[in-house]
């Protein structure tokens, strides 16, 4: 399997792990203010992280590029994931994922003031899948709402996220990269986390969506996704990883037993084809 065929795969993991991840993200905030939830889970991510560190690398010793890269992604990532938190208080999960999954066009457009030019077909493929996440997740009666506004600001966070990524992953260790970026984004949760004022009580009701969110979402997804995009351009990156609002309404078909619309399987295979063609 080549580098790049090997990157595409990482990317589609990560993103069925955060479309599943959705629902735990709903479901955190029912005992936790959005800040505490993302604070915690993400210092959970950064520790799940350390005792991999080690095993891949022998060492627990960090270059400047390291630090860099991390503390440059992880304030991103904190803008980025606590809008995309206080947002979904104010929208549904289906808007959400479909505003969020707009850095498909925001990460090409951000390309072109760093001289990342994208082919014709690509852009096509863009309009494609961006056609076919308005056909999975807005409803036909979906009226906006500021949570939809908080949701577009986030999506310009996760697309600044993705070139950021593209621009230090070759230059840095990855997965240090990712661990770095995790406590960076927690800690500067701390302040909020204080004013949110969460009780022991809360944070136990709240452990399996953390527990998910952190290990899997942040440990993992994240991780894969600085991995992969050491070897393939940030656009196809950000088509592949809009792949998640398909799996989060898979996952809801098959876990909930939510019904799929036409309208809505016509959505995943427009988007399907977009990043086969890709």
Request: with cysteine; aromatic share 12%; glycine share 8%.
């Amino acid at each position: 399997m080549s580098k790049r065929m090997r990157a595409h795969l990482l990317l589609m993991i990560a993103a069925f792990i955060w479309g599943s991840a959705f629902v735990a993200q709903k479901q955190g905030m029912t005992y936790l203010g959005p800040f505490t939830f993302n604070g915690v889970r993400m210092i959970l991510g950064g520790i799940v992280l350390i005792p991999v560190i080690f095993a891949l690398r022998k060492k627990l010793t960090v270059s400047a590029g390291d630090l860099m890269g991390g503390f440059c992604c992880g304030v991103v990532l904190f803008l980025a994931s606590n809008l995309q938190q206080v947002g979904l208080v104010y929208t549904t999960a289906g808007k959400a994922g479909f505003i969020t999954s707009l850095y498909i066009i925001m990460v090409p457009v951000l390309g072109l003031f760093m001289k990342k030019f994208v082919s014709k077909k690509i852009w096509l493929c863009v309009a494609l899948a961006l056609f076919g996440l308005y056909l999975l997740c807005v409803p036909e009666s979906a009226a906006i709402n500021k949570g939809d506004i908080i949701m577009l600001f986030s999506s310009l966070g996760f697309a600044c996220h993705i070139v950021i990524i593209s621009y230090f992953s070759p230059k840095a260790d990855p997965v240090k990269i990712a661990s770095i970026q995790f406590f960076v984004c927690g800690f500067l949760c701390v302040p909020m986390i204080v004013v949110e004022a969460p009780t022991g009580a809360a944070l136990l009701l709240s452990r399996m969506p953390i527990l998910y969110a952190g290990a899997m979402s942040c440990g993992i997804a994240y991780t894969l996704q600085v991995v992969a995009q050491r070897d393939t351009a940030p656009t196809i990156a950000a088509l592949i990883l809009s792949f998640e609002s398909v799996f989060a309404v898979l996952m809801g078909f098959a876990i909930l037993n939510e019904i799929l619309s036409i309208k809505e399987v016509f959505g995943c295979v427009l988007m399907f084809a977009a990043i086969i063609m890709a």
